[in-house]
């Protein structure tokens, strides 16, 4: 496997060394070539105690146009200690595509009825259009 990741950690795993020992095995047997870590939307600075640790090869965090939040605390960790960055989300859930508009739907059981609650569907399209150049034709 060239990169297994734990999802949504938590820095409070940090110095555990249960998933530290499991991944030195892993690598010494061959099975794993990378470890990463995939950090909460709120939080980008939740991993640096992690990343710091030198057992993880790369982090995954939201990070888009409209969230960039990983830049002031999370990137330049990443920069310091050579460590890949995989952007999440990078069309902020679709939004970034140009295909939504305020009247976009979705199947009763899709899940981005959720996410796209009538506020934040709103405001996410208005952001997106506010980037479209003028002589760009919606999609």
Same mark, same amino acid.
């Given at each position: 496997m060239d990169l297994l990741q734990f999802h949504v950690w938590e820095d409070a795993w940090a110095q555990d *060394? #249960?998933?530290?020992?499991?991944?030195?095995? /892993? #690598?010494?047997?061959? /099975? !794993?070539? $990378?470890? $990463? &870590?995939? !950090?909460? #939307?709120? =939080?980008? *600075?939740? $991993? &640096? =105690?992690? /990343?710091r640790t030198g057992f993880v090869d790369a982090v995954q965090v939201i990070y888009n146009i409209f969230d960039q939040a990983p830049e002031d605390d999370l990137f330049p960790v990443c920069q310091e200690l050579k460590i890949g960055v995989i952007a999440r989300v990078p069309f902020d859930e679709g939004t970034l595509t140009g295909t939504l508009t305020k009247e976009t739907r979705w199947p009763a059981e899709d899940w981005r009825n959720g996410y796209f609650n009538p506020a934040n569907l709103s405001a996410s399209v208005d952001r997106a259009e506010a980037l479209r150049p003028p002589s760009f034709p919606r999609g």
């Open positions: *060394e #249960r998933w530290q020992r499991a991944m030195d095995d /892993l #690598r010494r047997e061959g /099975l !794993v070539e $990378g470890v $990463g &870590i995939s !950090v909460n #939307r709120w =939080e980008p *600075e939740n $991993g &640096i =105690e992690t /990343l």
